[in-house]
């Protein structure tokens, strides 16, 4: 069974730095894309970053290139969330999620991932 864990959420003020973790356990990690979204009260899921099982290219949201960056750890069953210059507007509740058999085309959809954390709440002060 796979399990997801996110940590490091906490609460800053713009323009500071934030470090997400996720944790994976149950299955070979090499074999599972990963990804972040978030979510805020009323709205959808929205996508912001995601690596592929090879750790290659990373993909992310207009919103946040240039200044998050996702890596994955495939020795330590880990991937982070890099988050700097933060905004009011990044204030969400993150989740990372995982994917056994993702194709490139579905990378930004929530429903592309089969498997989710409890989320962590990031929460930027202006």
């Known amino acids: 069974q796979v399990q997801v864990e996110e940590s490091g959420g906490g609460l800053v003020q713009a323009g500071d730095t934030l470090r997400l973790s996720c944790a994976f356990s149950?299955?070979?990690?090499?074999?599972?894309?990963m990804a972040w979204f978030r979510q805020t009260p009323g709205k959808e899921r929205e996508f912001v970053a995601a690596?592929?099982?090879?750790?290659?290219?990373?993909i992310y949201a207009d919103s946040v290139k240039d200044r998050f960056a996702i890596s994955r750890d495939n020795a330590k069953n880990t991937v982070h969330l890099q988050m700097n210059s933060l905004k009011p507007e990044d204030t969400a509740i993150y989740y990372c999620?995982?994917?056994?058999?993702?194709?490139?085309?579905?990378?930004?959809?929530?429903?592309?991932?089969?498997?989710w954390g409890q989320g962590t709440q990031v929460t930027v002060s202006s």
């Open positions: 690596v592929s099982r090879s750790a290659g290219r990373p």
């Open positions: 999620a995982a994917s056994s058999g993702i194709i490139l085309s579905q990378t930004r959809y929530a429903s592309a991932y089969n498997y």
């Open positions: 149950g299955r070979p990690f090499s074999s599972y894309g």
